[in-house]
């Protein structure tokens, strides 16, 4: 933002002073589903990796020693960035959807806005799990058909396969173009603020606020 | 070149952060924003340099991580000291709500204006 730092390489595009306030978003979806092209597509930065360390117990290491055992295990994910307006910065994550990263999963979602679920229409069971885990997690999310050219499924279909309630949005993009990205997002804030509008209006923390079937 | 990274072995993690057990990194989000408050000083350890030179600008957790190529728990550990220390303030999210709470259509709609923006 200022010239103080042009003694050095501009390897990377700082954020403003100002910047005070982080927000998530996951992308969680199956392999090679484009989770990292669609970060890639509307992040303000070239996607930046990096790992945590997980002991077997699921949780992130609480005293570094459990490192040196044979306990701990690393998960890489991905990361954008989008800045909003000068104090807000939206960080994207695209996290592996396998089962065997679920303990990744509950960390990035703890206090996340909500998640995107990237299905393939031709691998749709690869989705059931990270579904599974955002209901139970109470994360609110939205699914986006990344269109790969596989047989045409109806939205009836992919909402039935997936066992889809009605009130989750399901809308179709590519990853690879950054306005269908972008409508992407947009899509799954709208749904969050009409869940909050929603929960606000009904005064207390009603079950209809996570638009889940059952109430926890 | 000894830069810490991620084929070190545990051994060299548990060394990086002293052994220490944790301390307060729970108070360190991945986007939690942080802020150098001092210029690096000779003696200080090489990763806290290069976390003082890196935050000058904020620089969420998790961007540390990234540019240190360092385990996001390891670089918790190594900012809970820096703060403890004074040399660097941390700007944490404001929407830290449990995942069953949302947060305010307020925010929100910040947000939809931003991403419009795009
Ligand atoms: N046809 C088509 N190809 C896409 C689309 N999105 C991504 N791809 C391609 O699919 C491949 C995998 O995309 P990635 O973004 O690496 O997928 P990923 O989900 O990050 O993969 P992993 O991290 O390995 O699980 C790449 O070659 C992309 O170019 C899309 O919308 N349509
Ligand atoms: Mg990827």
Redesign the pocket.
């Known amino acids: 933002m200022d010239s103080a730092t042009s003694d050095r390489p501009a390897v990377r595009t700082p954020l403003g002073s100002s910047a005070d306030n982080g927000l998530k978003i996951v992308v969680v ?1 199956g ?7 669609m970060v890639r597509s509307v992040s303000d930065i070239r996607p930046l990796n990096t790992e945590e360390i997980m002991t077997q117990a699921g949780q992130g290491i609480d005293d570094p020693s459990a490192v040196r055992g044979k306990t701990s295990t690393t998960v890489a994910f991905d990361f954008g960035r989008i800045s909003l307006n000068a104090h807000t910065v939206l960080y994207l994550f ?1 996290a ?1 959807g396998q089962e065997r990263f679920w303990f990744l999963w509950d960390r990035l979602f703890a206090g996340t806005l909500g998640a995107v679920v990237l299905v393939d229409t031709r691998r749709l069971a690869d989705s059931w799990y990270a579904i599974d885990r955002l209901e139970h997690h109470g994360t609110p999310f939205i699914v986006a058909r ?4 596989g047989p045409a499924h109806t939205a009836e279909q992919v909402r039935e396969a997936l066992d889809l309630s009605e009130t989750i949005p399901l809308i179709d993009c ?3 173009s950054r306005a269908s990205s972008k409508g992407v997002l947009i899509t799954l804030v709208e749904h969050l603020h009409a869940l909050s509008a929603a929960s606000t209006a009904s005064g207390t923390s009603t079950a209809s606020a996570t638009a889940r079937k059952t109430t926890p | 070149m000894s830069r810490p990274g991620r084929d070190d072995d545990p051994d060299r993690l548990y060394t990086l952060t002293g052994g220490r057990s944790r301390a307060e990194t729970d108070a360190f989000d991945l986007v939690t924003l942080v802020v150098s408050e001092c210029e690096p000083a000779t003696g200080m350890q090489s990763e806290h340099v290069r976390i003082l030179r890196l935050c000058e600008h904020p620089t969420a957790v998790v961007e540390v991580a990234a540019h240190l190529n360092l385990p996001v728990s390891i670089v918790k550990i190594l900012l809970s000291d820096l703060l403890a220390l004074g040399r660097i303030t941390a700007r944490h999210p404001r929407m830290t709500a449990g995942a069953a709470q949302l947060p305010d259509t307020d925010l929100l709609e910040q947000v939809l204006v931003g991403l419009r923006n795009l």
């Open positions: 979806g392999f090679g589903v484009g989770k990292t092209t695209g592996p990344n269109d790969f050219g590519d990853a690879r």
